[in-house]
């Protein structure tokens, strides 16, 4: 493994692709000071370039290397969760390039929970700036497999850590601006995060910096899908005339519906979180006509993974 991070390493120093696991999703990364590396980013994605990129970092020690005017609520949230599932955002520091940061003012940072990933990051010894390691507007790879299926010879090199343990991408906050802002929710809760703050996050509002975690059609198959109650997915699932329905659903499939294909995850949040996009690419795999998927509690446990749910069911134009 020391080997394959070595390698790893010298394909970023000479301003190569490499994707890695972390605990949320698989990462694309690039050397975040190189901005023709980081232009290359966006050209294997397709993503557009006005939008920002997460610098990821090996401790919470460099924060101020990458940023300025850093609040304190800054470090107590780093020192809470860090390394984990948090991107927090704040002014940039002016060595990051305006590729990684679509030419705003401020950057996403986060240190990842993932031995590999912060392996990687000791050894490269600076930041890597990472999107999710997917084609623009597609469902976040969880597995190397995944990346391989979506960017296959467009990386230099993809470092296999297995299935993502936490499975959805980061919570990111802003605490560019004074009042913190929650901009995407994720595996660091609302809950945990007020009780660190010392406030609860607003919601990102119409004004807050661009994220294209944020856009409405962001994380979708390319399956139809539909966001549904049980009974209406089960009432659906009896008119079926052939094995063209898919449904993902946190409740076991009832006897009697062996027309459609049932897929059922933990009703717990974390643990339905962790297999959702596996999930998903299965059921995307199969080419049904129509995917349904059962609705989620509405309750702040379920926040993340029904806010990714939302975008996967939400058909607006796709990019
Ligand atoms: O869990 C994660 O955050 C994963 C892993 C690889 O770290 N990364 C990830 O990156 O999800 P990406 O690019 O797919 O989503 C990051 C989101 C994007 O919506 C981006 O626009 C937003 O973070 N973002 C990055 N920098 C920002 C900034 N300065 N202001 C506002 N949003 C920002
Ligand atoms: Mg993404």
Same mark, same amino acid.
């Given at each position: 493994?020391?080997?394959?991070?070595?390698?790893?390493?010298?394909? #970023?120093?000479?301003?190569? @692709?490499?994707?890695?696991?972390?605990?949320?999703?698989?990462?694309?990364?690039?050397?975040?000071?190189?901005?023709?590396?980081?232009?290359?980013?966006?050209?294997?994605?397709?993503?557009?370039?006005? /939008?920002?990129?997460?610098?990821? #970092?090996?401790?919470?020690?460099?924060?101020?290397?990458?940023?300025?005017?850093?609040?304190?609520?800054? *470090?107590?949230?780093? +020192?809470?969760?860090?390394?984990?599932?948090?991107?927090?955002?704040?002014?940039? !520091?002016?060595?990051?390039?305006? !590729?990684?940061?679509?030419?705003?003012?401020?950057?996403?940072?986060?240190?990842?929970? /993932?031995?590999?990933? @912060?392996?990687?990051?000791?050894?490269?010894?600076?930041?890597?700036?990472?999107?999710?390691?997917? =084609?623009?507007?597609?469902?976040?790879?969880?597995? $190397?497999?995944?990346?391989?299926?979506?960017?296959?010879?467009?990386? %230099?090199?993809?470092? %296999?850590?297995?299935?993502?343990?936490?499975?959805?991408?980061?919570?990111?906050? %802003?605490?560019?601006?004074?009042?913190? =802002?929650?901009?995407?929710?994720?595996?660091?809760?609302?809950?945990?995060?007020?009780?660190?703050?010392?406030?609860?996050?607003?919601?990102?509002?119409?004004?807050?910096?661009?994220?294209?975690?944020?856009?409405?059609?962001?994380?979708?198959?390319?399956?139809?899908?539909?966001?549904?109650?049980?009974?209406?997915?089960?009432?659906?699932?009896?008119?079926? $005339?052939?094995?063209?329905?898919?449904?993902?659903?946190?409740?076991?499939?009832?006897?009697?519906?062996?027309?459609?294909?049932?897929?059922?995850?933990?009703?717990?949040?974390? +643990? *339905?979180?962790?297999?959702?996009? +596996? $999930?998903?690419?299965?059921? %995307?795999?199969?080419?049904?006509?129509?995917?349904?998927?059962?609705?989620?509690?509405?309750?702040?446990?379920?926040? +993340?993974? $029904?806010?990714?749910? =939302?975008?996967?069911?939400?058909?607006?134009?796709?990019?």
């Amino acid at each position: 493994m020391t080997h394959t991070i070595d390698k790893a390493v010298a394909i #970023l120093r000479a301003g190569g @692709l490499v994707a890695f696991p972390t605990e949320t999703v698989y990462g694309l990364g690039a050397d975040t000071g190189n901005p023709e590396a980081v232009r290359k980013i966006f050209a294997a994605k397709g993503r557009p370039a006005e /939008h920002p990129l997460i610098v990821h #970092l090996a401790s919470a020690k460099h924060l101020s290397e990458w940023a300025i005017e850093i609040p304190a609520s800054a *470090y107590e949230l780093a +020192a809470a969760f860090w390394p984990g599932p948090l991107t927090i955002i704040l002014k940039r !520091a002016r060595r990051v390039p305006d !590729a990684v940061t679509g030419g705003q003012a401020t950057v996403g940072l986060r240190v990842p929970a /993932h031995p590999l990933a @912060l392996r990687l990051l000791r050894a490269f010894k600076g930041g890597l700036a990472a999107p999710s390691a997917n =084609r623009f507007g597609r469902l976040s790879p969880t597995t $190397a497999e995944h990346v391989r299926q979506e960017l296959g010879e467009r990386v %230099d090199l993809i470092l %296999d850590g297995g299935p993502c343990p936490v499975g959805l991408e980061s919570t990111i906050v %802003d605490l560019s601006s004074g009042r913190p =802002r929650l901009l995407r929710p994720g595996g660091v809760t609302v809950a945990q995060l007020s009780e660190v703050l010392g406030v609860v996050p607003e919601l990102g509002g119409r004004d807050a910096p661009r994220a294209s975690g944020t856009m409405k059609s962001h994380y979708a198959p390319h399956t139809p899908a539909r966001l549904l109650g049980l009974g209406d997915i089960i009432g659906l699932s009896q008119g079926a $005339a052939s094995a063209r329905l898919a449904v993902l659903a946190y409740h076991p499939q009832p006897v009697g519906l062996a027309s459609v294909v049932w897929r059922t995850l933990s009703a717990e949040p974390a +643990a *339905y979180g962790r297999r959702l996009y +596996a $999930a998903l690419h299965e059921l %995307d795999a199969l080419g049904c006509d129509e995917l349904l998927i059962e609705a989620v509690p509405d309750e702040p446990a379920w926040l +993340a993974v $029904a806010d990714r749910l =939302r975008r996967a069911t939400t058909r607006a134009k796709r990019e």
